[in-house]
């Protein structure tokens, strides 16, 4: 995350029978250029600069400077109770940083959240996921929010089991979109505070044990880490695997066929260039095995 500038992104999602796959996803850097981001570039590794006394942000094509008191802190929702297991530890290392979420609160608090995509924009994403112009400018915004009642996926629960979602659906249906007026707010959930933990707590992972296949793919991408990142003192704190489908299925895979498909990820990059092309029909777990003996 950190000395990136897609460390804080924008994204889109696209839901429409005219997609091709019914779904389309976009995403912007909010900050194109990584000189505008609060970091010290000295070093071999960028080092994060806001402290809760002090920080720097660019936005409107200049630089603010800002010295918060505590009770402006508390008012953006920056307290240490506020964040989540691994954000906490890391406060606790160093109790006067300025977290990186913490810092996305303050801006979105005090400048009210500037980071909403334009309509115009918004109809340059619905251009690109249609391929259609006409289609695009000929669509309304009928609806605009930034509360409701958002499903919890971690109880299975479906964002047609929310009134919300819902309405939302008769709202595009029919275009009427006084029936927002309908939905019984006091179920509204989007605020992030109402997620702080919870994913978490539900999931039950925090104290799982991590598989074999979670063991082998972290014990090779964390020497990956160290040699393009961290150096030979560098240190990976190994967590639960999180890829677009279940790590076991993607062991299960022809090596080659992950090679292919995810040849623009740096880590598979690494992997050809230090170990070379996987066998003819190697799965990705063996592969992964003779390349973390090597």
Known sequence: MYGSVDCFVRYFTLYGNCLEHGWF??????????????????????????????????????WWEVSPTPQQ??????DPDLLDEVDREEWQENPDTLLPVEWLRYLCHHLDHPFFASEARLREVVREAVGDPEIASSLQIVLQTR????????????????????????????????LWACVDRTRFNSHWRYWVEK????????????????????QVYARYLQ??????EGTVILTRAETTQPLELLMELPARVVVREGWADEFVQWLVA???????????????????ER
């Open 147 to 178: 509360e409701w009642e958002h499903p919890d996926y971690v109880a299975d629960e479906l964002p047609s089991d929310t009134e919300s979602f819902r309405v939302i659906a008769e709202i595009i249906a029919t275009g009427d979109a006084s």
């Open 73 to 78: 802190l508390y008012e953006a929702g920056i």
């Open 274 to 292: 230090c170990f070379g092309e996987p066998a003819e029909g190697e799965l990705l777990r063996d592969w992964l095995r003779r390349c973390s």
């Open 25 to 62: 996803v976009k995403s912007d850097a909010l900050w194109e250029n990584k000189a505008e981001l609060p970091f010290d570039y000295a070093p071999d590794i960028p080092r994060w600069l806001p402290t809760r006394q002090h920080f720097r942000y660019f936005w409107a094509s200049k």
């Open 199 to 218: 994913e978490r707590a539900q999931s039950g992972e925090v104290d799982a044990p991590l598989s074999e296949d979670e063991q082998l793919f972290w």
């Open 227 to 232: 040699e393009t990142v961290g150096g030979s």
